[in-house]
């Protein structure tokens, strides 16, 4: 059979092939991957393999429809279970032949909507293929911790989003490219291909942590404007107010410094019919340019690298003061790539309200006396050290009168 398994990285792959090889989580071979399963991770610049090398691939790049009999999940990847990652599921279930499925890891029902994972209601709520109840859902309890998910008697809905904006609009013009045989022309693209890569599951990992900001801390039955200023093209934006998991009225989207223009373009292009031409992005060289902040949330991401620390300090004080009442500002910089400059911000918002610190590795809050759990020993390695040093957390802070 066809089979490969997702990572979230090369040193993951030997603890993500237990969890599926081990009796423990299969003891009656139902799920148990073959010896020469396939393995892929998002960040490889391979672009060029086949199944049965001995390379590991990058599991965004496009593959054949139903070419696949089976697509296994490494408990390294934390699939949070936001808008994202249904509709990553459902491209990936395009890949699978009929008869197959994607095979993932499921936590508890309270661990899953604590850290933001899947879990069986969740994939159930989204992916039930029943017809008045009769017939067969396409959601299957393996064992435990892991389930199955496969087509069922009709597809679920489409759901445009960052990555099927990805894999619909970009990757095919990229893939034109193949067939140029010069050597230099496919180092580009393998390096072009890895930056899109890294882009998109960029803004999976952001929009699930915008997400689960909003769910916190914004009231659910009241409508909340959002505004995202980075260097994500807006994805994140566009996938949270395309979400039904949150309220969202409005999602602008500013892009700092330089960019490809022609992602911008093909991202807004295609967003427009989904999410309205007014919530297009717009792109500004520095971030002292942006004249007004008119949102309830306000997310800065990535923006200290070509930033003074007084600027940024400045333009977040803006910030602040033009957010209403119950007003969430939420800030993302690397602590290790920027050490004074977050140590100093850190010590400025303080002064504002209290600062609230998000996992940039589960989508939840980071509290002090509470070790956060997960399947992946390696990643849980992580997220303790998150704790730490904490080096690209997600600091939230609510405006109160």
């Known amino acids: 059979m066809d089979q490969v398994v997702l990572h979230l990285s090369p040193e993951n792959i030997e603890e993500d092939l237990e969890y599926y090889f081990s009796g423990e989580r299969d003891k009656n071979n139902q799920v148990r991957p073959d010896r020469n399963v396939y393995s892929m ?46 509709s990553f599921l459902l491209q990936l279930l395009k890949l699978v032949k009929p008869g197959g499925s994607i095979i993932l890891p499921v936590y ?54 960052s990555i099927e904006w990805f894999f619909a609009e970009r990757s095919n013009l990229m893939l034109s490219d193949l067939s140029q045989d010069d050597a230099s022309s496919r180092q580009t693209l393998s390096a072009e291909f890895q930056a899109m890569s890294q882009l998109i599951w960029g803004s999976y990992s952001l929009s699930a942590s915008l997400e689960g900001v909003i769910t ?10 959002v505004l995202t200023i980075g260097r994500d093209y807006g994805l994140s934006g566009h996938d949270s107010k395309l979400s039904p998991f949150v309220s969202i009225s409005s999602a602008k989207s500013i892009q700092l410094g330089q960019h490809r223009a022609s992602w911008l373009q093909s991202v807004n292009n295609y967003f427009a019919p989904h999410t309205g031409v007014d919530s297009a992005t717009v ?47 939420i800030l993302r910089e690397d602590a290790i790539a920027h050490a004074d400059a977050v140590q100093q911000m850190q ?11 998000y996992s940039a590795l589960a989508a939840c809050q980071i509290k002090e006396n509470y070790e956060i759990s997960h399947y992946s020993l390696a990643v849980e390695e992580k997220l303790q050290q998150e704790k730490v040093d904490q080096s690209k957390v997600l600091r939230v802070l609510q405006k109160t009168s």
């Not at 508890?108 to 029943?130: M, T």
């Not at 916190?216 to 404007?225: I, L, M």
């Open 347 to 357: 010590a400025s918002l303080e002064h504002y309200a209290e600062v609230h610190h």
């Open 41 to 86: 991770t998002p960040s490889s610049s391979e672009i060029d393999f086949t199944l049965g090398d001995d390379k590991v691939a990058n599991f965004f790049f496009p593959t054949a429809i139903n070419s696949l009999d089976r697509i296994y999940i490494g408990i390294s990847v934390s699939l949070y279970a936001n808008y994202w990652g249904a």
């Open 283 to 329: 792109a500004l060289e520095k971030l002292q340019d942006i004249e007004a902040f008119d949102a309830d949330v306000i997310m800065f991401s990535d923006v200290l690298n070509d930033t003074s620390v007084a600027d940024y300090q400045s333009v977040i004080q803006r910030a602040w003061d033009a957010l209403p009442d119950q007003g969430v500002l």
């Open 216 to 225: 916190d801390f914004r009231s659910k039955d009241k409508a909340t404007r």
């Open 108 to 161: 508890p029902e309270g661990q899953a909507a604590e850290k933001g994972f899947w879990s069986r209601s969740f994939l159930e709520n989204i992916f039930q293929s029943r017809q008045l109840w009769t017939g067969f859902s396409n959601i299957t309890a393996e064992n435990d911790g892991v389930m199955s998910l496969r087509v069922g008697r009709k597809w679920p809905a489409e759901m445009p989003s």
